[in-house]
């Protein structure tokens, strides 16, 4: 019950109230997450895109063997053949790793940049009027809906760095199971255990 009245009192006390200078302020900083929002959404796409590209060629020739094999009916070698689907199943598995991160990013951006339109809106909406008043449930909508704006902005923009560098990591740890000629989760075993034994971590 505490709880519930400090939130119904937080949104319609009178503390809370629209003034020009407040509208202003957040249209200002609304429209700097809008930006932001609008640069992030193009570093997602040339960001994640590349790697996705990345991909593509790095596991070019066992995607080429595979699908001359599917094309011709002529399977591939026994020995090589192993490879090839292990290799393969690799790539899908990142690929869609790519893919849907792509759209989970999306789907978030769209729903911080469709919040701010909505503040915007409300502060022009209220602007336009010849005597909006203190509106203190706007006022405090527009503030709350600001912050959450803001927390979106950096989740967001954190979420790509990160899920771009996890994926970096995949791709060195198969390109250097390449150079080794092992399968990525042998060198990754390789590796720990040599950590252990000169006790240089891996």
Known sequence: ?????????????????????????????????????????????????????KLDMMFADELKESAIAHRTGVPIPTPRR?????????YFLLRKMVRLRLRALYALWTLTITLDVTLLQAIIGWAALSDGGPAPLRATLIGYGTLLAMLLTIVNAGLRIKWLWKLTVWEER????????????????????????????W
């Open 82 to 90: 192993r490879k090839v689907a292990s290799r393969t199943r690799l």
């Open 1 to 53: 019950m505490d709880i519930a009245t400090s939130v119904f009192s937080a949104f319609s006390s009178d503390k809370y109230k629209m003034t020009h200078e407040y509208g202003a302020i957040i249209a200002s900083l609304v429209g700097a997450l809008l930006i932001v929002g609008a640069v992030e959404i193009v570093n997602i796409n040339r960001s994640l895109g590349t790697e996705r590209h």
């Open 174 to 201: 198969v390109e250097l199971a390449d150079r080794m000629g092992l399968p990525p989760a042998e060198m990754r075993s390789l590796l720990r255990s040599w950590g252990r034994h000169t006790g240089h971590g």
